[in-house]
């Protein structure tokens, strides 16, 4: 707002508020305001509160001579005629008065300017026009009832401005209407000062845009009405020099003018917001929640089309969020701002980089610096356009102009100056189509725009390295100026880059890896190993966790574990490679071995389970090419006995087992392998599972030997 509008703005302020001032006045050159003897009183006729009326022949206490409607006797008559004889006459009282009413509007007009939301023509104009109607209305209350001037409810106009926009606002609007009002009666310094003294005291005391507001209020309220009545105290008995009466009637009494005006200012107070906001253009709470909602169509438009930028939106929203409530901001309509401001990149989704598949191409690959500056720029303007025929609140369309400001598009302008810049471009032309943030929040999204997508970039995201790029990204938006009209201090911006930092390091952090993700890494690096060796070489399968072994059916293995019932293990047939005996058919290590070309040294980490008893031989004497030992070939061409093996071996949970050969798995890196110890449960799954007859050994070779 410049010089010009608001002085503008005074000039129309004062013209309002002169005829109020001055209504006693014009309205007796009517007629309207003379007081008859045994005729009731037109119009209610007052004396300053504190000092009285003197005259050569007439001493009035302050307060007032005769109310609207009450008989005037001919002391009353004569009191009012000599007020009337001893004010000024002739046009000079309405030019002190509009004079004094445009200073007051000048000096209103120029505080304004230093919020960053005071500075707004339509937050001025509002607050202008408010004071100019309830000066209307209290002359008219002053002028048709005995009710004293302390019982205007001044502290309101106050804390309303305060808790919607900041004190700047608050402090200005309740100062003007406390100058305003004292005016309003017979001026008396003693009142302007009572005026002032409850503006300030609410305005001061109350928070802004606090989360509880009534309990804000409250509080702000009792302290205004105790500095009020204080004040009253103090200034009558400085004036008289003994304590005021209390009075017997309680509609003059100024004691309880001076306590209802703060009550009545804090019961009106919190009703009044939502009418204030609307009026100034400021997003209600209940507006916002209903912005929030995930499933609002523009949201859902930004999720489906552009996924990538809409992630981005998400992370952005929750640092942004936090940031705002360290410093007082508004978290809620940050984090609105936040999903809403990249509404423009669903519209070209492609343009941008975080929507690009992996390996896709990008569109800039082929257009010029120029033409790819001017699609970045549309997602400003285009999601303006697509904002506002959506009817969305001007604060949240606020984001997506200013997330940007008016910088540089560094990239392609670097990128138009490495190609020689031969079309002769400036810089203006590869500035962005918005406005410097205007408040806190917009500043407060524009930094976190800047830090969550320049995070994504960091390889090794160290406290040192995440303090460096928010330090960098935010005094590089000082030093070009972005952040001058944003009303962030020193202050507010070192708070501000704490929060960034500690949110960016603590969403970088660690986690303990699961069994099976550890698992995957060693089988990939097992087979990178597989692949490098040279052919023929044997090599170790790797073992990977329990849970990649193949499913046993639930009802064998409950009634496996239920009943401990043995397996009878016989002798391996040399041809078919399977145990025979009255248990179940179990196929050799070595024959799945030949079958699959997975024949290797027996390795001691593999799972299987170790003959610790004696081996169980048939009934064959030594042959001579194994003297002393077992001859393969002469049991093999032997017949079994009618009566079966000689011995036979049963395992059972606890129990020390025989050889038993166990077809490789993604479990078992093996066929054979030692344990040592006791047959567990465990090793009963593994046994009966090879008990089963799993016929395809190419199925159980683990993952990463495939």
Same mark, same amino acid.
């Given at each position: 707002?410049?010089?010009?509008?608001?002085?503008?703005?005074?000039?129309?302020?004062?013209?309002?508020?002169?005829?109020?001032?001055?209504?006693?006045?014009?309205?007796?050159?009517?007629?309207?305001?003379?007081?008859?003897?045994?005729?009731?009183?037109?119009?209610?006729?007052?004396?300053?509160?504190?000092?009285?009326?003197?005259?050569?022949?007439?001493?009035?206490?302050?307060?007032?001579?005769?109310?609207?409607?009450?008989?005037?006797?001919?002391?009353?008559?004569?009191?009012?005629?000599?007020?009337?004889?001893?004010?000024?006459?002739?046009?000079?009282?309405?030019?002190?008065?509009?004079?004094?009413?445009?200073?007051?509007?000048?000096?209103?007009?120029?505080?304004?300017?230093?919020?960053?939301?005071?500075?707004?023509?339509?937050?001025?104009?509002?607050?202008?026009?408010?004071?100019?109607?309830?000066?209307?209305?209290?002359?008219?209350?002053?002028?048709?009832?005995?009710?004293?001037?302390?019982?205007?409810?001044?502290?309101?106009?106050?804390?309303?401005?305060?808790?919607?926009?900041?004190?700047?606002?608050?402090?200005?609007?309740?100062?003007?209407?406390?100058?305003?009002?004292?005016?309003?009666?017979?001026?008396?310094?003693?009142?302007?000062?009572?005026?002032?003294?409850?503006?300030?005291?609410?305005?001061?005391?109350?928070?802004?845009?606090?989360?509880?507001?009534?309990?804000?209020?409250?509080?702000?309220?009792?302290?205004?009405?105790?500095?009020?009545?204080? &004040?009253?105290?103090? =200034?009558?008995? #400085?004036?008289?020099?003994?304590? !005021?009466? @209390?009075?017997?009637?309680?509609? +003059? *009494? %100024?004691?309880?003018?001076?306590?209802?005006?703060?009550?009545?200012?804090?019961?009106?107070?919190?009703?009044?917001?939502?009418?204030?906001?609307?009026?100034?253009?400021?997003? &209600?709470?209940?507006? =916002?929640?209903? #912005?929030?909602?995930?499933?609002? !169509?523009? @949201?859902?438009?930004?999720?489906? +089309? *552009? %996924?990538?930028?809409?992630?981005?939106?998400?992370?952005?929203?929750?640092?942004?969020?936090?940031?705002?409530?360290?410093?007082?901001?508004?978290?809620?309509?940050?984090?609105?701002?936040?999903?809403?401001?990249?509404?423009?990149?669903?519209?070209?989704?492609?343009?941008?980089?975080?929507?690009?598949?992996?390996?896709?191409?990008?569109?800039?690959?082929?257009?010029?610096?120029?033409?790819?500056?001017?699609?970045?720029?549309?997602?400003?303007?285009?999601?303006?356009?697509?904002?506002?025929?959506?009817?969305?609140?001007?604060?949240?369309?606020?984001?997506?102009?200013?997330?940007?400001?008016?910088?540089?598009?560094?990239?392609?302008?670097?990128?138009?100056?490495?190609?020689?810049?031969?079309?002769?471009?400036?810089?203006?032309?590869?500035?962005?189509?918005?406005?410097?943030?205007?408040?806190?929040?917009?500043?407060?999204?524009?930094?976190?725009?800047?830090?969550?997508?320049?995070?994504?970039?960091?390889?090794?995201?160290?406290?040192?390295?995440?303090?460096?790029?928010?330090?960098?990204?935010?005094?590089?938006?000082?030093?070009?100026?972005?952040?001058?009209?944003?009303?962030?201090?020193?202050?507010?911006?070192?708070?501000?880059?704490?929060?960034?930092?500690?949110?960016?390091?603590?969403?970088?952090?660690?986690?303990?890896?699961?069994?099976?993700?550890?698992?995957?890494?060693?089988?990939?690096?097992?087979?990178?190993?597989?692949?490098?060796?040279?052919?023929?070489?044997?090599?170790?399968?790797?073992?990977?966790?329990?849970?990649?072994?193949?499913?046993?059916?639930?009802?064998?293995?409950?009634?496996?574990?239920?009943?401990?019932?043995?397996?009878?293990?016989?002798?391996?047939?040399?041809?078919?490679?399977?145990?025979?005996?009255?248990?179940?058919?179990?196929?050799?290590?070595?024959?799945?071995?030949?079958?699959?070309?997975?024949?290797?040294?027996?390795?001691?980490?593999?799972?299987?389970?170790?003959?610790?008893?004696?081996?169980?031989?048939?009934?064959?004497?030594?042959?001579?090419?194994?003297?002393?030992?077992?001859?393969?070939?002469?049991?093999?061409?032997?017949?079994?006995?009618?009566?079966?093996?000689?011995?036979?071996?049963?395992?059972?949970?606890?129990?020390?087992?025989?050889?038993?050969?166990?077809?490789?798995?993604?479990?078992?890196?093996?066929?054979?392998?030692?344990?040592?110890?006791?047959?567990?449960?465990?090793?009963?799954?593994?046994?009966?599972?090879?008990?089963?007859?799993?016929?395809?050994?190419?199925?159980?070779?683990?993952?990463?030997?495939?």
């Amino acid at each position: 707002m410049t010089w010009a509008l608001g002085l503008a703005f005074a000039l129309v302020f004062a013209v309002l508020v002169t005829p109020a001032i001055t209504a006693e006045r014009w309205l007796g050159v009517f007629g309207v305001a003379g007081v008859i003897k045994d005729q009731p009183a037109p119009l209610t006729v007052r004396v300053p509160s504190f000092t009285g009326f003197q005259a050569p022949e007439t001493h009035l206490s302050g307060g007032i001579v005769i109310a609207r409607g009450e008989i005037a006797t001919v002391d009353d008559a004569a009191n009012v005629e000599a007020i009337a004889a001893a004010t000024p006459k002739g046009p000079l009282p309405y030019i002190a008065f509009f004079v004094l009413a445009l200073v007051f509007g000048t000096i209103f007009a120029h505080h304004m300017r230093r919020s960053t939301r005071g500075k707004l023509v339509r937050v001025q104009l509002v607050s202008l026009v408010s004071i100019a109607l309830l000066a209307a209305a209290v002359k008219v209350v002053l002028l048709t009832t005995p009710a004293s001037v302390l019982i205007v409810p001044v502290a309101m106009l106050a804390m309303v401005p305060t808790m919607v926009l900041d004190r700047v606002v608050g402090l200005a609007t309740g100062i003007l209407a406390a100058l305003v009002f004292s005016l309003l009666g017979p001026f008396d310094l003693g009142v302007a000062i009572l005026m002032l003294v409850q503006a300030a005291a609410a305005g001061l005391v109350v928070a802004e845009r606090p989360r509880h507001r009534w309990k804000s209020v409250l509080f702000a309220g009792a302290v205004t009405t105790l500095f009020t009545v204080a &004040t009253y105290v103090l =200034l009558t008995y #400085l004036t008289t020099g003994a304590m !005021p009466p @209390l009075g017997a009637d309680p509609v +003059r *009494s %100024p004691w309880l003018a001076a306590a209802i005006g703060p009550a009545i200012a804090t019961l009106v107070t919190v009703p009044l917001i939502p009418l204030y906001q609307l009026l100034v253009g400021e997003i &209600t709470q209940g507006k =916002l929640v209903e #912005l929030e909602d995930l499933s609002n !169509p523009l @949201l859902k438009q930004i999720a489906e +089309r *552009s %996924p990538g930028t809409w992630q981005h939106s998400l992370a952005m929203a929750n640092m942004a969020e936090i940031a705002a409530n360290s410093i007082g901001a508004n978290g809620r309509l940050v984090r609105v701002g936040a999903y809403y401001h990249d509404l423009g990149k669903s519209l070209q989704p492609k343009y941008f980089i975080e929507n690009l598949d992996p390996g896709e191409i990008s569109p800039h690959d082929r257009l010029p610096p120029e033409v790819s500056c001017d699609a970045i720029f549309q997602h400003v303007t285009e999601g303006l356009v697509t904002a506002r025929r959506a009817g969305l609140h001007e604060r949240v369309i606020d984001f997506m102009h200013m997330h940007h400001g008016n910088g540089v598009l560094e990239y392609f302008w670097g990128k138009t100056k490495e190609q020689g810049n031969p079309r002769g471009f400036t810089i203006e032309q590869f500035r962005y189509p918005g406005h410097p943030p205007q408040s806190r929040e917009t500043a407060i999204l524009a930094i976190c725009d800047a830090v969550e997508a320049a995070s994504r970039t960091l390889k090794n995201p160290t406290p040192a390295s995440i303090e460096s790029l928010v330090q960098r990204i935010v005094y590089g938006k000082l030093h070009l100026g972005q952040l001058d009209e944003s009303g962030l201090s020193m202050s507010d911006l070192r708070c501000v880059s704490d929060s960034l930092r500690e949110t960016i390091r603590h969403a970088n952090h660690g986690r303990i890896e699961y069994p099976w993700q550890k698992a995957q890494q060693d089988a990939s690096a097992s087979a990178a190993a597989m692949e490098h060796k040279p052919t023929g070489e044997t090599s170790q399968l790797l073992r990977l966790d329990s849970l990649d072994r193949r499913p046993v059916r639930q009802t064998a293995s409950a009634a496996a574990a239920s009943t401990s019932m043995p397996i009878e293990l016989g002798l391996a047939d040399r041809k078919s490679g399977e145990i025979e005996g009255s248990g179940p058919k179990i196929r050799s290590a070595e024959a799945i071995a030949e079958t699959t070309d997975l024949k290797r040294p027996v390795i001691e980490e593999d799972l299987a389970i170790l003959e610790t008893a004696p081996q169980v031989r048939p009934s064959e004497p030594p042959s001579a090419s194994r003297p002393g030992g077992w001859d393969p070939a002469a049991a093999q061409r032997s017949a079994i006995p009618a009566g079966g093996w000689p011995a036979q071996t049963s395992v059972g949970v606890g129990a020390v087992p025989a050889q038993v050969a166990i077809p490789p798995t993604r479990t078992h890196g093996s066929a054979v392998a030692p344990l040592p110890r006791a047959a567990s449960a465990t090793d009963m799954d593994f046994a009966r599972e090879a008990a089963r007859g799993i016929d395809d050994p190419v199925d159980e070779i683990p993952v990463g030997a495939r």
